[in-house]
Nanobody, 126 residues
């Protein structure tokens, strides 16, 4: 079992920056990819970004490319999402999630992810 705890969410003005973290514990050797999804009130979950835990390859949804950066510190079992040039449309609960499959078929699908955190609220004011 892998436990994930997000932190660092909060309120920020449009154009500002925020870094949120995802601390993993338990059987962290099971982590293959770490990803971030977000969900705004009344809307479906949306894939944001993911990183291959071992090799560091990254994946982003088009709406955040050039603004968000995913990273991880394997030794600390912690992932990070640096969010710059934030927009009101980025307002959502951000969830950290991890896959354990060596070759996940679709990193953009929530069903691919085995472990989930509780979420952290990010609010961007206009």
């Amino acid at each position: 079992q892998v436990q994930l705890v997000e932190s660092g969410g909060g309120l920020v003005q449009a154009g500002g920056s925020l870094r949120i973290s995802c601390a993993a514990s338990g059987r962290t050797d099971n982590i293959r990819h770490m990803g971030w999804f977000r969900q705004a009130p009344g809307k479906e979950h949306e894939f944001v970004t993911a990183i291959y835990w071992s090799g560091g390859a990254t994946y982003y949804t088009d709406s955040v490319k050039g603004r968000f950066t995913i990273s991880r510190d394997v030794a600390k079992n912690t992932g990070y999402l640096q969010m710059n040039s934030l927009k009101p449309e980025d307002t959502a609960v951000y969830y950290c999630a991890c896959t354990r499959s060596i070759l996940p078929k679709n990193l953009y699908s929530a069903a691919t992810y085995e472990y989930w955190g509780q979420g952290t609220q990010v609010t961007v004011s206009s």
